[in-house]
């Protein structure tokens, strides 16, 4: 450690301990003095390493690092992917979440699957039209900033459906994220840049100040201390679900709805819970993919898609040229118009999962591609089946063979950037992934109807597309993504540059993506994409727009030696871990 190193760490450590004697609520740090490896005042950013026993990739290095820590002394990647989580809670409040919701898919070392939906569902008070004026307007902006935009959080009682596949206690998975909020970590350039962003709607639709706006303008090396976060964190320690469902903490969420026009009530929040979903599964080259089923539309979309280019030689075809993007996107026009048709939560609509992915419907779906062809999404619709910018994503791997891929989100960034006063976590505007009226575009742009539609007790549709691969039956990848409806895009593609292109996964997530969603009639590429091809697609005529970035893929790979490789995406803080 450097002096200047020192002299922020002696006067960080300084502070919290005035901060806490104040608050008078000092503890001894069990978690990181037992850790001195990882320092939540001085950290850098790892972007690709080898391991032999045990991996994770996450949106922070200290998430990762945690989670690492915590399989190196008995945990498995399910003990991990709960401690990663409650960490990213609190160092990543842009995604990582205890106010949202997500999707757990877990596959243990005997080969059994396991899919935990924690989606958020909507209050027992909302109705299909609650975001419409009198006119029958839809009011985009309700379903998107403060309380009205909030679903019932999924996210603790996901972990705690997780924690039966943990070894180690759940006092101890949440012991860092406790530590972190209440020692202190330092911002990001990034971290500090986004709560700067955002300080005005924090303000705007909180019922009360908070510590991520307890400084007017934050930057990189400031240390952001979350004492109420910590509080809740605490709670939910001290008694399990309650904790966070019910008691002080379930007040405070409803306190919060009141000041801000929200509907959530006590009975909403302890009435969630989450359910598990039987994983989509499918081959591709030798390789079977296991991903997410409804209420997300993202397993159902890589499925189709990677069964309609699966009878073609993409590697011949060479990466991101005109030939196998216009291969590619045709595969995704034709899976999205189906993801706005018949997809929703499947407990209120009735999702033909099985026909949408059979080999004859996909087969039947890609007979009018024509080579060379620009499709129009104003001929292709959604098929008939026979049967009626933030999340984040993780991945965990341990040397027993389990393996977890987690997507988790508030939707926005910052969710709705309500922060619940005096408990110290935002809330979730996932509402907007419901339709709130057919056409309507939500945030992402998509579409939806009937299947989609607000109901009380219903899932809202989700894009998120946690996956896994195996190899002869071996654990091989797991890997998935933020990024709205882009995500199930990304997770293809990324598998395709694996399987097909041969590259590395480090090479794979970092490589330059392409994104149609079917409506808009649009091709998206990231501005790295080679421009041979934007003129190629254009000349055919393809509409195509440049866009920043998409997503943040985290992913790891057990390549032949039986390393694991673990990988995160050039595009933001992501950072990997393992010993
Ligand atoms: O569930 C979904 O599909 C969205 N709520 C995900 C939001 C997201 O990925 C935002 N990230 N950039």
Known sequence: MNRMHLKVQL?????????????GTVQAQKFFKANPQINPYNFSVVKEQSYNNAAVTSAHPLASMVGAAIMQQGGNAFDAAIAVQFALAVVHPAAGNIGGGGFMLGRKADGTLIGIDYRETAPAKAHRDMYLDAKGEAITEKSKDGPPASGIPGSVAGMFSTHAFAKLPMADLLEPAIELAEFGHVLTEKEAGGLNSQRADFLKYS??????????????????YQPELAATLKRIQKNGLAGFYEGKTAELIVKEMQYGGGIITKADLKNYQPKFRKPIEFDYKNHHVITFAPPSSGGIIIAQMMKMIAPFDIAKMGFNTFESVNLMVEAQRRAYADRAEHMGDPDFWKVPTASLVSDEYVKERM??????VAGSSKITLAG?????????????????GNMVANTTTLNGSYGNRTIVAGAGFLLNNEMDDFSVKPGVPNMFGAIGGEANAVQPGKRMLSSMTPTLVTLNNKPYITIGSPGGTTIPNQV??????????????????DAS???????????????DFPEATIQALKAKGYTVTKRGRFGRMDGILIN?????EAAGDKRGDDSVAGY
């Open 207 to 224: 019922a009360a100040a908070s510590a991520l706006t307890s400084k007017e303008k934050w930057k990189a090396g400031d240390t952001l």
């Open 11 to 23: 006067s960080v450590t300084l502070t919290a301990l005035l901060v806490l004697l104040a608050t």
């Open 560 to 564: 032949e030696t039986g390393k694991l």
């Open 367 to 372: 007979k009018d591609f024509q080579p060379g």
């Open 513 to 527: 993506r392409f994104h149609h969603q079917w409506i808009p009639d649009r091709v998206d590429v990231e501005s």
């Open 492 to 509: 293809y593609e990324g598998l395709v540059n694996i399987i097909d292109y041969k590259m590395t996964i480090k090479q794979a997530i």
């Open 384 to 400: 008939v089946p026979k049967e009626t910018e933030q999340t984040t994503h993780f991945s965990t791997m341990d040397k027993e």
